[in-house]
Each structure stands twice: as structure tokens, then as C-alpha cells.
């Protein structure tokens, strides 16, 4: 009786898990055609990281006057990902009227199935403006004499630094939809939402260490210590581990740190991981409860 009882709860289990992948895989496959079938996604994901991506490279090259760190490249894509925070309110602000999102419950899709069926299009979306970034880059690396993005990929020998580099900006890339989700739940007004998500973007992109390099910022303390709340330094110094393979030396962070008495934000590999899946939780909690205002409104 008892293993009849257990073999029941199994298969409900097994159910309930398919009926959810499902649920999911519809969110996934309905926010997929929304997005690439509209003429105003492709201005979040083409032109807005484009230009981004440009003025992340004037200030990095000094405005094309200097030579940009070769293990600071990468760090080049996280500014086109960060828009994805753009691109986030702007596609559920545009969801708030329809008919999905006020019958969500007589799907019964609920807020996890939502929310998770998202973010995977939106890692989709997030490659597919990595991809146009990756152009952008290469172009820029045969029209100015400071860019040499051409050489740092060749220079990469190592596939466990291309796996850690996209394993980065793909967390970066998450945890930007969930600050999307968390913002426009919250207020009511585009026109607020997306002048916050500026401030934001331009806020974690100077904090994060991307406008402001990791050898600029060591070199301040209090800057450092700021850092600490900004969910992209976490993202950013991921990513430089890997590109700079400092999971087999640590010493290697002088290839992009000049002295040897700036301080150091992470010394192991794990702290930067722990931060950033630590803020992905709390934005991840925090956007459920603000999709529930969303679709109130």
C-alpha cells in the first residue's frame, strides 16, 4: 500500500514538472515571437547597444588615443547586456494591456513559470545583441588605430576562458532582466522607468568596473567599497578571472592592475560567483512580487 502510495506521488511529481517545463517552454516561445517580430526590439537590441558599446570604447581608449588592456576587452559586452534592462521594461510595459498577461491565470501559468520562460528568451535575445556587439567590436577594430579586439581573439587559447567569459556575461545578462522585471513593476510610467533604468546602467556601468577600469577604481578605496552594492562588479570580476585565468594564478590580475598597493576586491574565484548568485536571488524575489503589481496595473 505504501509503495503504491509512493509510486502515485512520484508520477504526480514527474507531472507536475513536465506540466511546468511546459508551461515555461510556451512563455519562452510566445515572448520569442514577440520580440523578434517587432520593429522596436530590434532598437533596444541593435542601435541602443551599438551605441553604448561605442562610447564604452571611446572611454576605455581615452577617445581613441590609447590602447585598450588587452584582459579588459571582454568587459567591452557587458554595456550592450546592461540595456537588456531597457529592453526589459520596454517589452513587459507593452505586455501590461494584453490579453497573456491578464489571463494568466486561467492558463494557470504562474509567476515562476512566467518569469523563467522570460529570462531564457531574454539570454536569447542577450546572445543575439552579444552577436551584434561582436560585430560592432570587429568592425571598430579595422576603422581605429587603438582598437585591437582582432588580436585579442586570437589571442584566446584556452576554452575554459571562453566558457567562464560567457558564463559571466550570461549572469549579467539575467540579473539585468530581473532589475527590468523588479523596476517596472514598481512604477507605472515609462517615461520614469526608463530614465531610472538609465541612471542605473550608467550607475553600475561606472561602479561595476567597466566605464571606470578595475586599475582605476583599486586605486580608490571608497570607490572599491561602493562596488560591493552594485551587482555588476560581481559579473565584471567573473569575467576578468576567467579572461585573465586567475583561477590558476591570482597574480595574473597585475596584467590589468598597475600597483601592487591597489586593493584587490576578490581574492578567490568564489567570492565574485557567491555575490552574483546572492544579488540574482534577491532580484529574482523581489521581481516576483513586482510582477504581481505589474499585472494589477
Known amino acids: 500500500m505504501l509503495n503504491l502510495k509512493l509510486k502515485y506521488k512520484v508520477q504526480n511529481s514527474f507531472i507536475d514538472v513536465k506540466n511546468s517545463f511546459i508551461k515555461e517552454h510556451k512563455v519562452f516561445l ?6 523578434f517580430t517587432s520593429f522596436k526590439s530590434y532598437i533596444y537590441l541593435i542601435i541602443i547597444p551599438a551605441l553604448l558599446s561605442f562610447i ?7 577617445f581613441f588615443h590609447n590602447p585598450i588592456n588587452h584582459y579588459l576587452y571582454p568587459t567591452l559586452f557587458f554595456v550592450p547586456i546592461l540595456s537588456m534592462i531597457l529592453f526589459t521594461s520596454f517589452i513587459l510595459f507593452d505586455w501590461r ?29 542577450s546572445l543575439f545583441t552579444i552577436a551584434c556587439s561582436f560585430l560592432y567590436l570587429f568592425i571598430f577594430g579595422f576603422i ?12 584566446i587559447i584556452d576554452f575554459r576562458q571562453i566558457l567562464g567569459v560567457i558564463f559571466a556575461l550570461l549572469l549579467s545578462s539575467i540579473l539585468g532582466t530581473f532589475i527590468g522585471v523588479s523596476i517596472t513593476g514598481t512604477l507605472k510610467n515609462i517615461y520614469v522607468i526608463q530614465t531610472i533604468n538609465i541612471l542605473i546602467i550608467f550607475f553600475m556601468a561606472i561602479f561595476g568596473d567597466i566605464f571606470l577600469s578595475p586599475n582605476d577604481s583599486s586605486s580608490v578605496l571608497a570607490i572599491s567599497i561602493i ?7 560581481y559579473s565584471t ?18 596584467f590589468f592592475i598597475n600597483s601592487i598597493d591597489s586593493y584587490i576586491p576578490f581574492s578567490y574565484y568564489w567570492q565574485p560567483l557567491l555575490g552574483n548568485l546572492g544579488f540574482i536571488i534577491l532580484t529574482f524575489s523581489y521581481s516576483c512580487y ?8
Do not use: C, H, R
Open 97 to 125: 494591456k494584453s490579453i497573456f498577461i491578464k489571463q494568466m491565470n486561467n492558463f494557470k501559468i504562474t509567476k515562476i513559470n512566467f518569469l523563467l520562460g522570460f529570462i531564457n528568451a531574454n539570454i536569447v535575445a
Open 227 to 233: 562596488g560591493y552594492f552594485v551587482p555588476q562588479k
Open 290 to 297: 513586482a510582477f504581481s503589481l505589474n499585472i494589477k496595473k
Open 237 to 254: 570580476w567573473l569575467l576578468l578571472y576567467a579572461n585573465a585565468e586567475m583561477y590558476k594564478n591570482f597574480y595574473n590580475v597585475y
Open 30 to 35: 510566445y515572448t520569442s515571437k514577440t520580440i
Open 144 to 155: 581605429t588605430p587603438t582598437n585591437d579586439f582582432i588580436n585579442w581573439i586570437l589571442s
Open 56 to 62: 564604452d570604447l571611446a572611454i576605455k581608449s581615452s
